[in-house]
Structure formats: structure tokens, C-alpha cells
Nanobody
Framework: QVQLVEFGGGLVRPGGSLRLSCAAS????????MGWFRQAPGKERAIVAS????????HYADAVKGRFDIWRDNNNNTVYLQMNSLKPEDTAVYYC???????????????WGQGTQVTVSS
């Protein structure tokens, strides 16, 4: 089992940048695929990005391609999400999650952090 804690949320103006991090503890971090998800008010939780065990394979939702970047540091048990050119529609609670298989399906991620709020507003 792995425990996850997110950091880095906050309020940012449109066009700005924010970096989220997720620290993992417990079972071996590099045994897990890591994903970032988000949930806006009134909407379902959805994948933002995911990264494979070694970090060599990544996946991005269409809405964030070219603006967001996911990577991981297996030496420090941390996964990051760099968010650039932020838009008001990026406002959501952002969650990191861990899965044992390379997947983007929410149901396949058994381990979740508590979430961190990102608000994009002028």
C-alpha cells in the first residue's frame, strides 16, 4: 500500500503557472504508475496525466496537452505536475493517484491523495 500527499495548489491568474507535487510513502514508489486527476464542481473526476513506472511513458488529456508536464523522481518518491498557461477551466481539485498497471481508468487507481485546490481566476 502507498500513501499519497499533494502539495502546491493555490490561486493563480489566467496565463500563469503552478507546480503540483505528490509525495509517496509506504510501498516501493517505483512499483506504481502515477496519475494526476482533477474534479471541478459539478463534474466527474477525470484523468489529467499519467506517467509510467520509470517515467519513460506519459499520457495527457487533450485539454492539457502542450501546457502541462508530468514527471517523477523515483529517488525521492515524488511525482510532479507542471501546469503552464493556466485557464479558468483548469480550476478544480487535483488528486494524485497510484496504480499497479499502466492505465488511465479511474477505477484502476486504488490509492489516492486527499487533493489540492487549484483556482485560476483574475
Amino acid at each position: 500500500q502507498v500513501q499519497l500527499v499533494e502539495f502546491g495548489g493555490g490561486l493563480v491568474r489566467p496565463g500563469g503557472s503552478l507546480r503540483l507535487s505528490c509525495a509517496a510513502s509506504g510501498h516501493a514508489f517505483n512499483n506504481y504508475v502515477m496519475g494526476w486527476f482533477r474534479q471541478a464542481p459539478g463534474k466527474e473526476r477525470a484523468i489529467v496525466a499519467s506517467v509510467s513506472w520509470s517515467g519513460t511513458r506519459t499520457h495527457y488529456a487533450d485539454a492539457v496537452k502542450g501546457r502541462f508536464d508530468i514527471w517523477r523522481d523515483n529517488n525521492n518518491n515524488t511525482v510532479y505536475l507542471q501546469m503552464n498557461s493556466l485557464k479558468p477551466e483548469d480550476t478544480a481539485v487535483y488528486y494524485c493517484a497510484a496504480a499497479e498497471s499502466l492505465t488511465t481508468r479511474i477505477a484502476d487507481y486504488p490509492f489516492w491523495g486527499q487533493g489540492t485546490q487549484v483556482t485560476v481566476s483574475s
